[in-house]
């Protein structure tokens, strides 16, 4: 299968401003978003933070109340169409037949794009290879596991062979074999040039796919930058000791003359930020000379688990 892909523009999906409000709920407030073409963004956010709204607009299924977006570079509300035939969605609820097979399921959905039976044939053949179905091809939908449910439903949404992909939450609900399976089709989709939007609940699944993430919180972006730059935000590496014996804590936070240590002595713990190439080393020195036995050390560097707590601590 050819995925064609433009020259034309460098940015895949570009908002500026875009708010939304149902009712007296203001649930965007002016979300600003950047995707380069054949990249990954994941759009990471508290429940109701306005992760799906923001995916709805920039898929043309819901109008903003304000603010400009393109994808594929056409407009989201005055060329929908365009974008329509540029994008693949797979939404958070599978939109695949249970009653019908692998191969029926994909036939359709060529069926809905206008291709001729030919090449509804071939484009089905095709994708059920690629998305490791074949085998699995002449049985009903509702024999699939997650796993093989969701990757059909992501296969449905490359029938037109797009550009552009929006992935809502697709892994939500599976199992972590079927999870990897999917990030593994994921990063050939993105290996292959298509340009991913992705909304997830799973901070670790960022980590592991995103060459952005940009946090959404109270309807606005409140960061957005590379993986390794959003944990440097966060602050350096910890220096993490566990003491043999839980009355030497307050000597070794003495000893180490660390004004920033945590000390916990129910835990027998130490925590420090580390200073330098050199500072697990002296460290340890310090508590020896004061002999003091260190039963554990670990050297832990900001999770994306820490940014997404700092970055929403004000709405939780």
């Known amino acids: 299968m050819n995925v064609i892909h433009s020259s034309s523009f460098t940015d895949a999906i570009h908002a500026r401003g875009l708010t939304k409000s149902f009712g007296s709920t203001r649930v965007l407030a002016g979300v600003d978003l950047t995707v380069p073409v054949g990249t990954l963004l994941a759009l990471l956010g ?12 920039l898929t043309t299924l819901l109008a ?51 291709l001729g039976r030919r090449q509804a044939r071939r484009q089905a053949g095709e994708l059920l290879e690629r998305f490791h179905l074949t085998a699995a091809a002449g049985r009903r939908v509702a024999t699939y596991s997650g796993g093989m449910r969701r990757r059909l439903d992501l296969a449905a949404s490359m029938v037109s062979a797009p ?51 940009a946090v959404i919180d109270g309807g606005r972006v409140v960061a957005d930058d590379s993986p390794a730059a959003l944990k440097r935000q966060v602050g350096s590496e910890r220096l993490m000791l566990r003491l043999a014996h839980a009355q030497d804590v307050a000597r070794a936070g003495a000893a180490l003359g660390d004004a920033g240590a945590h000390l916990d002595v129910d835990a027998r713990q130490v925590v420090l930020a580390v200073r330098g190439p050199d500072h697990l080393r002296r460290a340890l020195d310090l508590l020896h000379r004061a002999g003091i036995e260190v039963e554990h050390v670990e050297l832990r560097t900001p999770t994306l688990d820490d940014v997404f707590f700092e970055l929403t601590a004000a709405a939780a």
Do not use: C, M
């Open 46 to 57: 508290p429940n109701g933070s306005g992760k799906t709204t923001t995916v709805r607009i």
């Open 64 to 114: 903003p109340d304000a603010g400009t977006a393109s994808v594929g570079g056409h407009d989201v509300t005055r060329e929908g169409v365009a974008v329509r035939r540029a994008i693949g969605l797979t939404a958070q609820q599978a939109t695949v037949d249970d009653l019908l097979t692998g191969r029926e399921n994909l036939e359709l959905f060529a069926g809905l794009h206008q």
């Open 163 to 213: 550009r552009i992909l929006f992935l809502d939450e697709p892994t939500t609900g599976l199992d972590p074999r079927s999870r990897a399976e999917l990030w593994s089709v994921i990063r050939e989709l993105l290996a292959s040039g298509t340009t991913i939007l992705l909304t997830t609940q799973y901070l670790e699944e960022a980590d592991q796919l995103a060459d952005r993430i």
